[in-house]
């Protein structure tokens, strides 16, 4: 009985692996949940689940759930809160295994924290890996526990680098679906709307994913996230746009042997391949090899796609760098999803901001917040500096 | 050092094991050959590799052979020949791995006995597994030595198998480039030139191989040999056409996930890979991704090709069935090479044969021998009448 904490319990990722756990319950067990402010929902899971501890985001949210609970007979779960709480769930001593997938920078701490307790971790956090992936992932060194991806591509390239040793792999190559302008003209890119941004080809994601892959900063954060979690330099993973993203990711091995893994795109499988690995066990969802028509590839765009050369350089880079490309993305993207700026000035944004960002390395995860709140108010003054550029100049009209 | 046997050092697999050799003098060492008849080239092999063994198919050229070699200064080689000088090649204590690649069933004797002599087998000969494969797979499971498979469908799936336990398989995908009737109506199978027949799209083989990848017949081989190199039932072993040929096999694993293989169609991938199992060293052979464009799929149609529908009916019966299926395959394929039969009659005679073949399971090569004679003299015995009634019906042109 592997024993489970789930940090994010209520978000996509969070349900996805409930639903897991209950396809399974001969083999796992949920001893800890860490939610966000929706009480309803963590009332739910908290009743469903039975955890031994519950932490919700704020006091007060923490405080409407414990009585809840007690009114629903359920006052023997301790709920607690904040980063505080998240940590507790994260480094519960009966648990085995800790689920990653508190959205933004909110989850490093609790995950490092996860880490150090010795826990495995399935890592649905992206800025676990951008952020603060070398200190997490030399933590898990460490302590000889495996970090394991849940995330369609990176979960493919372990998949693929079973096929050997990794002094044996020669490249990693991340698909990419190219996102809806891929044949867009870089020359209309200035007047791209929201809504048409918003509007992915293949994956139904959050607003700021979504953007990310538009602009395919997501693939240039996958790349980083690769590099640390695979340890191998920026060169060595590379992105193949393949707009059925059927191929999820291919690992080229030194004897010029290529291993592609294929899936239907279903968040389950990368996590019961993390909850399970290194075994298999039946999911139920099966991709129809009988229905294989077409898989088709090309090379990115870096000129039209800025973002993924300015991921390449901040990977080259490392440190302080990465903390400012994931911050000021995120500035970026709400900046243009509220319309302030252009869908052409997001990687304008980001390119300025690495510019003025030394390269340092954090040796804390409170070092990586100071980072990112730095890069956060560099960003939010870059956006300014447009917007007042721009004043009176018609923005793009924003779709609701 | 790896010390080497090549069972057909003078045939294509045999000429690129040297190859790879050669690449790799600080790694392999070559021990032992067994040639055809073509004394040049084996005399040419054996000044090269200086191999302490060296056996010839008929006496007379295993004379004019040693004649040579003491011409040359060799005379320390030893020759010897038939099937008593392959089986000491094969045995040979100082090897540590074969490679059989001699074709046909002629192959067989010398293969088996490498494996019962513990050495471990790379195999590029069809036979052993299609006709002997019972045989062969039990000893080597007794002895706890690898058989690695030397052939890029069976290979890619070797390399996929990495990706988790044989209890984890649910299927294994054979790609098929398809052959070049792929679009040409049933309706016309009858008036198949041999000229056309041995178009290959995308691999230039034997004739043999060629006409057999034309009736997907190689594909029917190919699902028996995997069902006995990893133990699968035929059920589990499924055929996609993808004409491409890039990818070479996929592994489908019970959690939904799939491997594939993709690598660059020269035969030294699969043997450099079967020589250095369970490492993967460089080959200089590399697959261009950023070249990947079109990868195209489609299910194989077993009416129109009913060859491959008699292999898994073969294949599930095993025994004797799989021995003549070949056997019979073998007599039809030179029977419409020579303008004996047509295209459509090849499937014709195998089904007569295996209808006539009693399910019997061999205890040793001498009874595969005798079913495999057994099975040719059936074929033979069809071809004739298909011949007798077609006299004086106009046979399809045959190309020289």
Redesign the interface.
């Known amino acids: 009985m592997k024993r489970i904490a789930i940090l994010g319990s209520t978000g996509s990722i969070g349900r996805s692996t409930l639903s897991v756990v209950e396809a399974h319950p001969e083999r796992f067990s949920v001893v800890a949940l860490a939610a966000g402010s929706n009480v309803a929902a963590a009332l739910e899971q908290a009743k469903r689940w039975r955890p031994r501890l519950l932490s919700m985001a704020t006091s007060r949210a923490a405080d409407e759930l414990a009585r809840k609970l007690k009114g629903a007979g359920c006052g023997d779960i301790e709920v607690v809160h904040g980063s505080a709480g998240a940590i507790r769930v994260a480094t519960h001593p009966e648990v085995d295994f800790v689920v990653s997938a508190i959205v933004g920078v909110a989850g490093l701490e609790a995950t490092y924290e996860a880490v150090r307790a010795g826990k495995s971790v399935g890592l649905a956090n992206k800025e676990c890996l951008v952020a603060a992936g070398e200190l997490i992932t030399a933590e898990a060194k460490k302590h000889g526990k495996p970090l394991l991806p849940i995330d369609s591509e990176h979960n493919a390239v372990h ?2 680098m ?4 990794l002094e ?1 792999v ?2 990693v ?1 991340l698909t990419a679906s190219g996102g809806p302008f891929l044949d867009t003209p870089a020359s209309e890119f200035s007047r791209i709307t929201v809504e048409e941004a918003l509007n992915h080809p293949t994956w139904k994601m959050g607003q700021r994913i979504t953007i990310d892959s538009a602009t395919l900063m997501n693939k240039g954060f996958e790349v980083i996230e690769a590099c640390r979690l695979f340890g191998l330099a920026p060169s060595r993973v ?1 992105v ?1 746009v393949h707009p059925q993203s059927t ?1 999820h990711s ?1 690992v ?13 795109t279903d968040m389950r ?1 990368p996590i ?2 993390a909850l ?1 690995w290194p ?9 129809s ?2 229905d ?8 990115p765009d870096m000129q039209k796609f800025p973002c993924l050369a300015l991921a390449y350089e901040a990977a080259e880079a490392g440190g302080a760098r990465t903390v400012a490309l994931n911050a000021a993305d995120e500035v970026a993207v709400a900046a243009f999803l509220e319309g302030s700026i252009g869908f052409d000035e997001i990687p304008r944004v980001i390119r300025d901001v690495l510019k003025e960002t030394d390269v340092r390395h954090p040796e804390s995860i409170k070092q990586v917040l100071a980072m990112d709140s730095e890069a956060r108010q560099l960003a939010r003054e870059r956006v300014e500096q447009l917007k007042s550029r721009k004043a009176g100049t018609r923005r793009p009209v924003v779709a609701k």
């Open positions: 998949q693929c079973r096929g050997g040793r044996e020669q490249s190559w590379k193949i191929i291919l080229e091995f030194v004897d010029g042997s290529l291993l592609a893994q294929l899936s239907v499988l019961l391949y399970t075994e298999r066990i039946p999911s139920g969802l099966r991709y090899v009988n294989l028509r077409h898989l088709d590839f090309r090379q």
